[in-house]
């Protein structure tokens, strides 16, 4: 270091932060032209339409926060971390909050938190489940509330059109909701799940449900598992990476199909990367991609950079 002196050294650093930087912003493009191609929006082939005015043809994402935090509050940050409004405008956000209770863990102070917990956060602590299930009851009846209105609208449009994640407790919650969700309608599952910088218990209520669910699963009517995706930084010192990885490596050896991504350099925090692996999750998983009017898919490959430039992505 000193041979070279600082100056080469930071002309690299600057070099190497750059080319990360282009990497994620081309995988949100990519993100937004294989939307486009594939027919996530319906007014895709006319860049000119307002697909905004149309959100009810959007796929949901419900993104849960994480403790002490506020649906409008981790708004805020995820859509700080999209760099462009019309990516982020390609989905139909819900930030739901959780409802405030007394958490033991900061000395029975009323918090924004999902569910309770007592101990401390290692999952050899006891599930407190009836804690779980208040929030996870409130989360099914949004589910339910959204395909209510859609129908409303004169819409087809099922519960495969919907993704549930979240971050830290948001993450773990929105699990615990998946895995009620399939438990009670495994004809109709969600589109996909993803949980970040989280884990569950080793006693969790889920291990029993998705058992159930797994014998269940030879029913004509019963449909495969949505599809999991889990990420956790590294360098998280708070919730740690081997809770999760124990936590995705349970989900797993339980038949559900989906990936572990262990995030190097990264705390226990939301970034631009792991953001941009859930859009790229969600579009490549989407139903919606799958179940596309002939007419909409149409359009040729060669329009995807005409396409992109008019999204104002180049």
């Known amino acids: 270091f000193f041979f070279f002196g600082i100056a080469p050294v930071a002309a690299f650093i600057c070099f190497w932060l750059s080319c990360l930087s282009r990497s994620i912003s081309l995988r949100f493009s990519l993100v937004a032209i294989y939307a486009c191609h594939s027919g996530i929006a319906a007014a895709r082939c006319n860049p000119n339409s307002n697909y905004n005015s149309m959100p009810s043809k959007k796929p949901i994402i419900i993104f849960c926060h994480g403790s002490g935090d506020t649906g409008p509050g ?3 940050w995820v859509q700080s971390l999209i760099p462009s409004q019309h990516i982020y405008d390609i989905f139909q956000w819900e930030f739901p909050s959780a409802t405030p209770i007394p958490y033991q863990l900061s000395g029975g102070v009323v918090s924004s938190v999902w569910y309770d917990r007592k101990g401390g956060f290692e999952p050899t602590y006891p599930e407190l489940t009836a804690s779980v299930e208040r929030s996870t009851e409130q989360l099914m009846k949004l589910i339910n509330d959204l395909l209510s209105q859609k129908k409303k609208e004169g819409l087809h449009f099922s519960a495969s059109q919907i993704t549930i994640g979240g971050f830290s407790m948001g993450g773990a919650i929105a ?7 399939h438990h009670l309608h495994p004809e109709n599952p969600l589109g996909g799940v993803f949980g970040l910088s989280c884990y569950l218990n080793d006693d969790s209520k889920v291990w029993e449900l998705l058992q159930e669910t797994a014998a269940l699963s030879s029913s ?13 930084g590294a360098s998280d010192d708070f919730i740690l990476p081997k809770w999760g990885e124990s936590t995705w490596d ?5 038949g559900v199909n989906g990936s572990f991504k262990l995030i190097s350099h990264t705390e226990h925090e939301l970034t631009q990367e792991v953001i941009s692996d ?3 999750f969600i579009v490549s998983n989407s139903k919606m991609l799958k179940h596309e009017e002939s007419e909409e898919m149409s359009c040729e490959a060669t329009n995807q950079e005409t396409k992109a430039r008019a999204l104002g992505l180049f």
């Open 175 to 181: 699990l615990q909701t998946a895995t009620r969700w």
């Open 74 to 76: 981790v708004a805020q």
């Open 278 to 280: 859930v859009l790229e």
């Open 250 to 254: 349970r989900i797993q050896s339980a």
């Open 220 to 232: 004509p009517s019963s449909k495969s598992w949505p599809s999991t995706f889990m990420a956790h």
